[in-house]
């Protein structure tokens, strides 16, 4: 049976914002309080998920959230009709307004971890969604994002969803962002990469001291057993700490990995010779042959990295067996970065091609390629099984892109947050997407009796 990895891109939201409400994301705090573009956003979106499906690669939507999320200011003790609740936060307390309109949920290597069939004790694709508990903004996606996930894999007999880890710091939980699998195929048992940023218990293990680690050990220990990993299928990493202090807020910033083949800054581990190893030694026990690619940093610097978001790229197996990387036009315009990537394809690495993609409005909100996509590796009967309603084709770009340019505002200013028509037009234009995409009732708006 043949199996693929489906890239399931998230669909950018009509409140699309710079509201510089991720400390510790260098690109998010820069560009707080400019105005964006939700349109040319979503659109530029829809133009990657479209050009890789005409490449030949799978590929799915993730809708959007609800937002301004009235609800949560509620339970904040604002009261009165929706637009009251608006207007009295924006006029007490906007920072809780802005957070309560962030379309974070638009970089879904956030929303969750995945695990193949062929990873998982009882053989089915498991899906636990992340708490996000570090960034207030990002905390209150969960709820949201379980109903969506579960309309999308529906079908119980493939699929198995498991509701968020517990919302405190202990169970710091960022989903695909810092995990990675590497396999022989899609459809093989692999090796599930775990990296984290500090220990939540355990003091032997260092923290990074100016920036938080979002991610913490026991967070991804809990979602490997809430999928039934076995030990020799799980690799744990600590992240370099001080290159979180540098605005590497999680491992897709400074690694990516596809198939046998990781991609990473040398700065990005601690104890990075013993964790290579032991990738090495569990993916040859799975009949892979794992090859790591590193980037020096006397060729790239971890600021070079962070700001051109090289590694927050796409990493995609062709049917050849090589491999395109899918990078964001901010590595074009880094001279040292560009001169690396020109290299890579003529070195005789797996890397054959780099594909330069304009994702502006969401770069400057601190998220590239990789942020922008949950990856879940799926056997042929298991892609029946999705709801078909999600996979990206060209009738469904075309009826996207008009959704788009007849729903969104093509500019946005943080006074604009304060008006109750948003809410409104979100609601309006999520009521029309849960239609296309076929999702039933997922947002709360539609919930309610």
């Known amino acids: 049976m043949k199996s693929f ?5 998230g669909l950018v939201g009509p409140t699309h914002n710079y509201g510089g409400l991720s400390y510790g994301n260098v690109a998010s705090q820069s560009n707080s309080q400019q105005g964006s573009n939700p349109r040319e956003a979503a659109r530029q979106g829809l133009a990657k998920m479209k050009a890789l499906a005409d490449m030949g690669f799978k590929q799915g ?5 609800e937002r301004p999320d009235v609800a949560a200011l509620r339970r904040l003790g604002f009261s009165g009709s929706d637009a009251e609740v608006i207007q009295r936060a924006a006029k007490e307390a906007m920072p809780l307004l802005v957070a309560s309109c962030s379309a974070s949920s638009m970089w879904v290597a956030n929303a969750a971890t995945v695990s193949p069939s062929a990873d998982t004790a009882d053989g089915r694709v498991h899906f636990t969604a992340a708490n996000l508990n570090c960034k207030y903004h990002r905390s209150i996606e969960h709820p949201t994002t379980s109903r969506v996930l579960g309309a999308m894999f529906a079908n119980q007999q493939h699929f198995a969803h498991h509701a968020a880890l517990p919302a405190v710091a202990q169970f710091g939980d960022e989903g695909a962002a810092n995990h990675t699998r590497f396999c022989r195929a899609y459809g093989e ?12 218990f355990d003091i032997r293990f260092p923290a990074p001291q100016k920036y938080p680690a979002r991610q913490t050990l026991e967070a991804s220990q809990a979602v490997a057993r809430l999928h039934g990993l076995s030990d020799d299928g799980v690799v744990y990493a600590q992240q370099n700490p001080s290159v979180i202090d540098q605005g ?9 990995g596809n198939g046998e083949v990781l991609f990473y800054h040398e700065d990005a581990f601690l104890e990075t010779e013993r964790v290579l190893a032991e990738l090495k030694a569990k993916l040859a026990k799975r009949g892979g042959d794992f ?10 610097s971890v600021e070079d990295a962070v ?3 090289l590694f927050n790229s796409q990493l995609l197996s062709r049917d050849d067996g090589s491999m395109l990387l899918v990078v964001p036009e901010e590595c074009r315009n880094n001279e040292r970065v560009w001169a690396y ?11 054959s091609e780099v594909r330069v993609f304009d994702l502006k409005q969401s770069m400057q909100n601190g998220g590239g390629p990789a942020c922008l996509r949950l990856r879940v590796a799926l056997n042929e009967t298991e892609l029946a099984a999705v709801n078909p309603g999600v996979i990206m084709t060209a009738p ?3 009826t996207l892109t008009q959704w788009v340019d007849k729903h969104y505002r093509d500019r946005l200013v943080e006074s604009d947050l304060a008006d109750p028509q948003l809410l409104t037009e979100c609601r309006t234009a999520l009521d029309e997407l849960t239609r296309i995409l076929q999702l039933g009732s997922v947002y709360p708006f539609q919930l309610q009796p």
Request: glycine share 6%; aromatic share 12%.
């Open 5 to 9: 990895e489906v890239n399931f891109d």
């Open 61 to 65: 939507v993730l809708a959007p959230q």
């Open 189 to 200: 048992p692999g090796v599930e990469f775990f990296v984290f940023g500090r220990s939540a």
């Open 248 to 256: 590497v807020f999680h491992n897709d910033v400074i690694a990516v």
């Open 291 to 300: 090859k790591a690619i590193c980037v020096p940093r006397a060729q790239v």
């Open 307 to 309: 700001r051109s978001y």
């Open 341 to 351: 990537l020109s290299a890579l394809a003529g070195q005789g690495s797996a890397i």
């Open 396 to 398: 469904l770009y075309d």
